[in-house]
């Protein structure tokens, strides 16, 4: 613990002495945090919204919590997993899948009911369940994905900075259980905050797949040395 705080104290001295590398890297982790907790919930809010509307809101609650979950989990194992040879371009991959994804979604891939509770969903394309424990697991198996996607994007990002990713993480999981739907709401508003974010998970993928071949400890390259 003492550890941890000696890093987050040192980096956020760099941000207060005007480090230009501790800026970059977070708000490289704000923005992704903000554009990712947004984008779960309107995730959640698709899929729940053929349901009635009391099971409707017990499967929204249950995916904020469920992803509330999955992020502290995989906070809790974000530096052990990144040491590991090969995923730091794994998670540089799966990051442009989740920027793909984010542009159908930007440019609205399709309609869908949407739910009242989330601003936002109704242009989210994807197909609401059927059942209560239909919507149930997929909202799930979506939150196990985005939760992944959020903790390496942000890994990804403050990776040379731990203060900063620390934080980072703890503001992740504080934006997904309090504030998710508001900005939702923001960014069905304001479409530029999305596209920002879009580039920013750009970048960071992109660095994380040249780091995730180059790097001279976790690289893919260290496999034929």
């Not at 309090?178 to 993928?205: D, T």
């Amino acid at each position: 613990m003492s550890e941890i705080w000696g890093h987050i104290v040192n980096d956020f001295a760099g941000l207060f002495a005007g480090n230009a590398s501790a800026w970059l890297a977070f708000g490289q982790v704000i923005l992704i945090d903000i554009v990712l907790a947004g984008d779960n919930a309107i995730v959640i809010g698709a899929l729940a919204a053929g349901l009635p509307a009391d099971q409707r809101k017990k499967v929204i609650l249950i995916g904020i919590i469920a992803a509330l979950v999955m992020r502290i989990a995989f906070a809790l194992v974000v530096t052990q997993l990144m040491a590991i040879v090969g995923l730091i371009f794994a998670g540089g991959v799966l990051l442009l899948w989740v920027a793909w994804k984010m542009y159908r979604e930007i440019g609205h891939a399709g309609e869908s009911a949407g739910s009242p509770e989330i601003v936002g969903d109704e242009h989210s394309g994807l197909k609401p369940a059927k059942s209560f424990a239909g919507a149930a697991w997929a909202v799930a198996l979506a939150d196990v994905s985005m939760s992944l996607d959020n903790v390496l994007a942000v890994a990804g990002a403050a990776r040379e900075h731990p203060g900063i990713l620390m934080v980072g993480l703890v503001i992740a999981v504080a934006l997904m259980g309090v504030a998710a739907n508001i900005i939702a709401k923001y960014i069905e508003r304001y479409r530029w905050i999305a596209w920002i974010g879009l580039l920013v998970i750009l970048y960071v993928a992109g660095s994380m797949i040249y780091t995730g071949i180059t790097d001279q400890d976790v690289g893919l390259l260290q496999l034929f040395v």
